[in-house]
């Protein structure tokens, strides 16, 4: 574990948190506020 307060957790990413992500870097609404480029699967793996 990284960091931890009383309401959140942040631990390091896992190679079981790829699809996760990569739901994430899929979806536009997401991305419109990085650079408006929704990301593959492979793309988010990398």
Same mark, same amino acid.
């Given at each position: 574990?990284?960091? @931890?307060? %009383? *309401?959140?957790?942040? @631990?390091? +990413? %896992?190679?079981?948190?790829?699809?996760?992500?990569?739901?994430? @870097?899929?979806?536009?609404?997401?991305?419109? +506020?990085?650079?408006?480029?929704?990301?593959? +699967?492979? @793309?988010? *793996?990398?």
């Amino acid at each position: 574990m990284l960091l @931890e307060t %009383n *309401r959140l957790i942040i @631990e390091c +990413f %896992n190679t079981s948190d790829i699809s996760d992500w990569a739901k994430i @870097e899929s979806d536009a609404d997401v991305r419109r +506020f990085v650079d408006g480029k929704v990301l593959s +699967f492979l @793309e988010a *793996r990398k």
